[in-house]
C-alpha cells in the first residue's frame, strides 16, 4: 500500500459525459502527479500541482482539466468524454516536485467510455 | 521534446539468472533524473531504481543495477539473480528539471521457473 487513494476503482460512463476522478496523496506529501495509461498511447505524464499550483503540464487534452484543493486532495476532470479516453488513470504523489523525490503512486481508477 | 525508447517489448529469463533491459532517451538539458518503475500484474506502479544525470556513478539497489551512459544517453536496467516475483512490465522514465515526464513503452518480462 503506496499511501495514496483514489476513487472511484472502477468508472464506466458514455461518450459525452463528465467525470471527476479523486486522488488522495500520502501523509505529508505536497506534490501531486497525473497520468494516463491507455493501449494505444501508453504511459503518458498528464498535469502536476504542488501545494495548491499547477507546476507542470504535460500531453494534457483541453478537455480535461486538474486542480489541487487546500487539504491537497486534487481532481481530474474528463469532460466530452471519448470512446478514446477509456484508459487508466494513476495519481502519485511526492514531497515536493523534482526528480529527486520518488513518487508513491495509487492503485489507478480505471475509466470504460461506452 | 525528449522521448524515451525501449526497443524490447517482450524478455524472458530463466529463475536466477541475469537479465538486461534496454532504454535509449533524447533531451537537450544537461540535469535530469531517469528511473525504472516496474508494474506487475496488480497494475501497482512500484519504483525499481533512480539516477540522477549529474553523478557517473551507476545506482544500484540490492538485485537491480543500472549501466547509465550519459554521452550515448543509454539506461540501461540489469536483474540479477531474477526471481518468479520479478515478472512486469518494466518502465524507463526520463524527468526532466522542469518536471515533465516521458516513459518509455515498457518492456514485459516474464521469469520462467
Known amino acids: 500500500d503506496s499511501g495514496v487513494t483514489q476513487t472511484p476503482k472502477h468508472l464506466i460512463t458514455a461518450t459525452g459525459q463528465r467525470v471527476t476522478l479523486r486522488c488522495s496523496p500520502r501523509?505529508?506529501?505536497?506534490?501531486v502527479y497525473w497520468y494516463q495509461q491507455s493501449l494505444d498511447q501508453g504511459l503518458q505524464f498528464l498535469i502536476q500541482y504542488y501545494n495548491g499550483e499547477e507546476r507542470a503540464k504535460g500531453n494534457i487534452l483541453e478537455r480535461f482539466s486538474a486542480q489541487q484543493f487546500p487539504d491537497l486532495h486534487s481532481e481530474l476532470n474528463l469532460s466530452s468524454l471519448e470512446l478514446g479516453d477509456s484508459a487508466l488513470y494513476f495519481c502519485?504523489?511526492?514531497?515536493?516536485?523534482?526528480?529527486?523525490?520518488?513518487?508513491?503512486f495509487g492503485p489507478g481508477t480505471r475509466l470504460t467510455v461506452l | 521534446a525528449q522521448t524515451v525508447t525501449q526497443s524490447q517489448p517482450e524478455m524472458s529469463v530463466q529463475e536466477a539468472e541475469t537479465v538486461t533491459l534496454s532504454c535509449t532517451y533524447d533531451?537537450?538539458?544537461?540535469?535530469?533524473?531517469l528511473f525504472w518503475y516496474k508494474q506487475p500484474p496488480s497494475r501497482q506502479m512500484i519504483l525499481v531504481i533512480r539516477?540522477?544525470?549529474?553523478?557517473?556513478q551507476n545506482a544500484t539497489e540490492n538485485r537491480f543495477s543500472v549501466n547509465f551512459q550519459k554521452a550515448a544517453k543509454s539506461f540501461s536496467l540489469k536483474i540479477s539473480d531474477s526471481q518468479l516475483g520479478d515478472t512486469a512490465m518494466y518502465f524507463c522514465v526520463l524527468h526532466n528539471a522542469g518536471n515533465m515526464l516521458t516513459f518509455g513503452g515498457g518492456t514485459r518480462l516474464m521469469v520462467k521457473p
Open positions: 533531451t537537450s538539458e544537461n540535469n535530469y533524473y
Open positions: 539516477q540522477e544525470a549529474y553523478k557517473q
Open positions: 501523509s505529508g506529501d505536497l506534490s
Open positions: 502519485a504523489s511526492s514531497v515536493a516536485p523534482g526528480g529527486y523525490n520518488e513518487q508513491f
